[in-house]
């Protein structure tokens, strides 16, 4: 089992700020989400919540936009990838089983939010269609966080993950989002 299927194991919010805050500490939160239409909502509330706990509300408005894609992919992408793959009867059974989990962690330096989903395939960045109303979430993510990838999971699936950097001097950074032309 890989340390990050070890560290999906617990479910809840982090303490309150200052309990277990010395210097090289990870803090974790974990939630589990359902598959429908609220999954996104619960998410950024999950983050909002976990980051006020960490006395990080700077980062809450960025980190919220790019947990509620990642759990849009994973609803969306993740958890039909699994399905179609999935030889069962009943793909029902696959979404009740495999919840998607965000998880958020935070060290001295960075927070770094996860969200896994039971499919083995990976995300891929690719050029936005202008006129689409859809297909921009990893652009979006890139241009937002720090930087962003994705990692098999030993069990089933993957998580895609994005970092932030923790500055003390200067708590927001400069984005690389680009106009549209």
């Known amino acids: 089992m890989s340390l990050l299927d070890q560290a999906l194991l617990p479910n809840g919010v982090p303490d309150e700020p ?3 805050d010395r210097p090289g500490h990870l803090q974790l ?3 589990n989400l359902h598959h429908d239409q609220y999954a996104a909502r619960a998410a950024r509330e ?3 919540t976990s980051l006020r ?3 990080l509300e700077h980062l809450i408005g960025d980190t919220a936009v790019v947990v509620s894609e990642l759990v849009t992919n994973a609803v969306r992408h993740g958890v039909d990838d699994a399905d179609d793959a999935d030889d069962a ?3 029902a059974s696959v979404r009740s089983a495999e919840p998607v989990k ?3 962690c935070r060290t001295e330096r960075s927070v770094v939010c996860a969200v896994t989903d039971p499919s083995p395939r990976g995300p891929q ?3 936005p269609d202008y006129e689409a109303e859809n297909g921009r979430g990893l652009q979006v993510i890139q241009g937002i966080s720090h930087t962003w990838g994705w990692s098999p ?3 089933r699936g993957k998580a895609v993950w994005a970092a932030f950097t923790i500055s003390p001097s200067s708590p927001a950074r400069e984005r690389r989002l680009e106009p549209c032309p």
Do not use: H, K, Y
């Open 18 to 20: 200052g309990e277990d």
């Open 125 to 127: 960045l690719r050029d």
């Open 29 to 31: 939160a974990v939630r």
């Open 153 to 155: 999971l030993q069990t």
């Open 102 to 104: 965000v998880m958020i």
């Open 46 to 48: 999950f983050t909002s």
């Open 89 to 91: 009867d009943d793909p």
């Open 53 to 55: 706990a960490w006395a």
